[in-house]
């Protein structure tokens, strides 16, 4: 720390004598500066000594002294330093009462010391202080990257904690603690979630300050714009030079550990991207054999197939085809980092699945494809959990969003296979986009394979390709029987939905069956169709269910 007030009273060459405020000499001092200005404030900084020889002073006049000692101790002047033997013999009694009345220390030179003495003294001691805290910090610098090789991000936690007498601890690119030192930090450190959150919208580098219990500081981590984590150190008071060397220190061994993994996680995304096409072509031996150990179990136990899809990407799907599309199972050969943009829902998905994997120890396969995310996870696992609890909190931000006047977000949309393993890894990704359809379709943003087998097929006409085709198909029948020639279009729906059965469905319409026979060869003369095929059954009926919500 800077020198203080006590050390240049000790400092033998100086003989220096205190006056007034002994009981205020542990304060640093900043600087030593001379001034004979009558207000000295409007240069002064705060923390220095200010030496004078009262040259433009009334030193004798208590009132002009008392105006004068408070406005120094308002600047932040830590001290004053009268030189005998020049303008006064001895320092003026009123200006000595001044300075004990405010607690301002007064030291009295002697003629024989001149003010370059004690500004060289402040400057000696100001630098040999930076020299011992450059030192520390590169002692500092040395221990910390010797534990985080030795030790990884654990061991470096531990030796930062050390050296800042405090706490710190490690956040994962979604605000999860990965990491604590001490181990009674961990709590501490998780209830700063929010904050860290809050730091990774802003562009990395960025950092901030938290009081609470104690006073914290916030480091983002990596290079991109998007933080890949946060480093939290938490000490009693503010950091001084040497601990600030070592958390810069720790910030850099700890960014070049995030990005040496970040190169690491884009060519794992590569060889997962091989072994999921090789998955999706029917060869699980082959992508066994690829793969190693680097997915565990993934494998051999059942997983689900999870498929994303932006909602822009998905809506321009829909306007180009005009319909649903199911794609074949087949992924692009080059496999890309996720992206790092803000806003990025696929991206944010990505992390989700990732963090909760790597919390609970289960493996995951993440590949980002093109305007697609692909994800096999564990089925009944961590991951699958968090992208349903993902599902429901993007959900409740789309509500918000929309309840805004020009609210605006990111939306997804997700279809997840049932549980299968390797061998029928193809027909999962079909289950997939199947749900993905769905999910499309009806403006949700998951859905699960099994809804559509447990489900009805009504909601699913519910779209407008569908209604357009049914009143196409059905409008011959809608204009004949305006022109009130008869009532085809009911006669229709009676005797299909009564299997064909000629008397049970002219029962329901309350006629004769030869009547309700002639209406059903009037339906076919009008549709050019046969009642006798029974795709054209299914089809009108379908048609009939389509618009069943539109007719009077």
């Not at 009295?108 to 003495?117: H, K, S």
């Amino acid at each position: 720390m800077p020198p203080t007030l006590a050390a240049l009273v000790h400092h033998s060459a100086l003989k220096l004598t205190v006056r007034a405020g002994e009981d205020r000499l542990d304060v640093p001092v900043r600087w030593a500066h001379a001034s004979e200005l009558a207000d000295p404030v409007p240069y002064m900084e705060g923390g220095e000594l200010l030496l004078i020889t009262a040259l433009k002073l009334d030193a004798e006049d208590p009132e002009a002294m008392r105006r004068y000692v408070k406005r120094l101790v308002g600047a932040g002047v830590v001290g004053l330093g009268f030189a005998v033997g020049v303008n006064y013999e001895e320092i003026p009694k009123a200006l000595v009462d001044a300075a004990q009345e405010e607690g301002l220390p007064l030291l009295e030179v002697p003629r024989r010391t001149p003010f370059l003495a004690i500004s060289k003294a402040v400057s000696a001691a100001i630098a040999a202080d930076q020299y011992r805290a450059v030192t520390a910090g590169f002692a500092a610098q040395r221990e910390l990257t010797k534990r985080a090789l030795n030790d990884g991000p654990e061991g470096l936690l531990a030796a930062l904690a050390g050296q800042v007498d405090g706490w710190a601890a490690l956040y994962d690119a979604s605000g999860s603690v990965v990491a604590s030192a001490p181990e009674w930090a961990g709590r501490r450190a998780a209830r700063l979630t929010p904050d860290v959150e809050r730091l990774r919208e802003r562009p990395a580098p960025a950092s901030s300050v938290v009081g609470g219990e104690d006073r914290v500081e916030l480091h983002s981590l990596g290079t991109g714009r998007r933080p890949r984590a946060a480093l939290a150190v938490g000490t009693a008071a503010a950091l001084g030079t040497a601990e600030r060397y070592a958390v810069h220190s720790a910030i850099a061994l700890l960014t070049l550990t995030t990005e040496r993994s970040r190169s690491l996680h884009a060519a794992e995304q590569r060889i997962g991207a091989a072994v999921l096409r090789m998955l999706l072509a029917g060869e699980p031996d082959h992508a066994r054999a690829v793969a190693g150990d680097l997915y565990g179990a993934l494998l051999d136990a059942p997983f689900r197939l999870i498929l994303a899809e932006s909602a822009s990407a998905s809506a321009a799907r829909v306007h180009a085809d005009g319909r649903a599309r199911v794609a074949a199972p087949a992924l692009s050969a080059a496999a890309v980092a996720v992206p790092e943009t803000n806003g990025d829902p696929l991206g944010g998905l990505a992390e989700v699945v990732e963090s909760a994997a790597a919390r609970s120890g289960e493996s995951v396969l993440v590949v980002p494809d093109g305007e697609r995310l692909v994800v096999l996870a564990v089925d009944g696992g961590a991951a699958v959990a968090a992208c349903g609890e993902y599902a429901v909190a993007l959900e409740a931000a789309r509500t918000a969003a929309r309840e805004q006047p020009g609210g605006d977000e990111d939306e997804l949309v997700v279809g997840l296979s049932a549980p299968s393993g390797p061998i029928a890894a193809g027909a999962a990704y079909k289950q997939a986009e199947q749900a993905l359809s769905v999910a499309r379709r009806r403006g949700r943003f998951l859905v699960e394979h099994e809804e559509l087998a447990a489900g009805s097929v009504l909601p699913l006409l519910a779209d407008d390709a569908v209604r357009a085709f049914a009143d196409g198909l059905l409008r011959a029948l809608h204009e004949h029987d305006a022109t009130g020639r008869g009532d085809l279009v009911a006669s229709l729906r009676a005797w299909l939905s009564r299997h064909g059965q000629w008397d049970a469905a002219a029962a329901d319409l309350g006629v004769h069956r030869h009547t309700l026979r002639y209406r059903m060869r009037r339906v076919e003369e009008i549709l050019g169709r046969s009642l006798d095929d029974p795709d054209v059954r299914m089809e009108l009926w379908l048609a009939l269910k389509a618009t069943a919500g539109t007719e009077e």
